[in-house]
């Protein structure tokens, strides 16, 4: 008989994270999710690393994990980071919203945008193809 191999559900990866007000950034595990549609940091996260939160000029939704909208609780808030990944670090914005378990979701535009490249099975994740512009000098 076979071994079953664990079935993969997400592959998660380390990332930096540093707000121009703060000395140090922090590390934090961050999910890799093309079913979501931006960059999401949870309002818990926020609130323990004291990240500075600024007010959208608008709310706005976004698609959960599962791919629907979320209808529940608009997007208010956004933090603006300088994001690092092995090598690479760019200053962005994050919105933020309550109740999810992960600290940090690179969703499809992130993914898209930086392009990586993924072993499944080993759940190895290189960054070959990002854009220039993106390198540490």
Not at 29 to 41: F, H, Q, R, Y
Not at 126 to 132: L, Q, S, V
């Amino acid at each position: 008989m076979e071994k079953k191999e664990k079935l993969l559900r997400e592959v998660t990866v380390k990332i930096g994270l540093k707000q121009k007000e703060n000395k140090e950034g922090i590390v934090v595990e961050a999910i890799l999710d093309s079913g979501v549609t931006g960059l999401v940091m949870s309002l818990e996260s926020t609130r323990r690393n004291k990240f500075k939160r600024k007010k959208l000029d608008r709310p706005t939704y976004m698609r959960n994990v599962d791919g629907i909208f979320n209808h529940k609780e608009p997007i208010e808030y956004m933090v603006e980071v300088e994001l690092f990944f092995r090598g690479y670090k760019e200053r962005t914005e994050i919105n933020v919203i309550g109740g999810q378990k992960w600290s940090v979701i690179l969703g499809m535009l992130w993914l898209a945008c930086h392009n990586l490249e993924i072993d499944w099975k080993t759940r190895e994740v290189k960054i070959m193809r990002c854009p220039e512009k993106y390198k540490k000098k």
